[in-house]
């Protein structure tokens, strides 16, 4: 059975697993879904229309599954789907869709930490580590094993990239290529994400092979295209080049012709 404290609120119709732990004045909303191992702190309250996986903890004041903040938005049916052993710490707000049927979605072994947020339509892979009070705007994408500072601002429809940091109060208004640092106002690229490749098992081989591209994509004078073109002709194409050459192909050919997908 369901460890339920007292004082939580769990409505008729919410689907709650044999083992999930509900701490004290919790609130689950009817049409909620929470499965099995979960553990929800004091004061964390789950809407309707939610999906969440196993073993997932959800922090004290933490919010899941809330209405989009979208002006259009104007009571649709839309969802929040959320994976597997992810972390949401103090006071984390999670939104659902904002368009009829649409969804925001979690993937897996993730960590979310206190005062973070989540808006409308956002994508976040795997293995993301996301700061304290970082906000991630409606339709933003995070690529699995990224890492983003503290009181980080990403703007709406951006990516970041896979393996990618993020460092702390950068403001994001345009899409972090992947297996890169970047920082600042200007979201200047600093170099690779070393230490990230490192733990995910990138060889030495191929960080040397990003070390030279990112030279060459975003510390010369030589353009985006041509820089891509002496990649491709010099460097050897790994796994990792070959993604962030297409990631820069995609993030190029965006509707604005400026390199973001705005």
């Known amino acids: 059975m369901p460890r339920i404290h007292p004082t939580a609120v769990v409505e008729p119709g919410a689907e709650i697993s044999d083992d999930v732990t509900i701490g004290p004045f919790a609130y689950i909303e009817s049409g909620a879904a929470i499965g099995p191992g979960c553990r929800l702190d004091a004061h964390a309250v789950v809407h309707n229309r939610v999906v ?7 922090g004290h004041g933490t919010v899941i599954g809330g209405e989009p903040q979208d002006r259009k938005y104007a009571g649709e049916a839309t969802f929040l789907e959320i994976g597997d052993r992810n972390v949401f710490r103090e006071y984390v707000t999670v939104h659902r869709g904002s368009s009829e ?36 705007s409606g339709h933003v994408t995070v690529e699995s094993y990224a890492n983003l500072g503290g009181m980080v601002g990403v703007h709406q429809y951006s990516r970041i990239g896979k393996a990618s940091m993020v460092g702390g109060m950068s403001r994001i208004v345009r899409d972090v290529p992947p297996y890169m640092l970047v920082e600042g106002e200007d979201q200047e690229v600093h170099d690779i994400n070393a230490v990230g490749l490192r733990r995910i098992g990138v060889t030495p081989a191929a960080r040397l092979a990003l070390h030279r591209a990112c030279k060459l994509l975003f510390k010369s004078q030589l353009g985006m295209r041509n820089a891509m073109e002496i990649v491709r002709r010099e460097i050897t194409m790994t796994d990792e080049i070959e993604y962030l050459l297409a990631f820069e192909e995609r993030r190029f050919g965006g509707r604005n012709g400026r390199g973001d997908q705005r």
Do not use: F, P, Q
């Open 52 to 58: 969440i996986g196993a073993e997932n903890i959800i």
């Open 101 to 136: 049927g649409s969804k925001t979605r979690v993937g897996n072994d993730n960590y979310i930490m206190a005062y973070c947020h989540l808006a409308h339509n956002v994508t976040l892979g795997d293995w993301v580590t996301i700061a304290n009070n970082t906000g991630l």
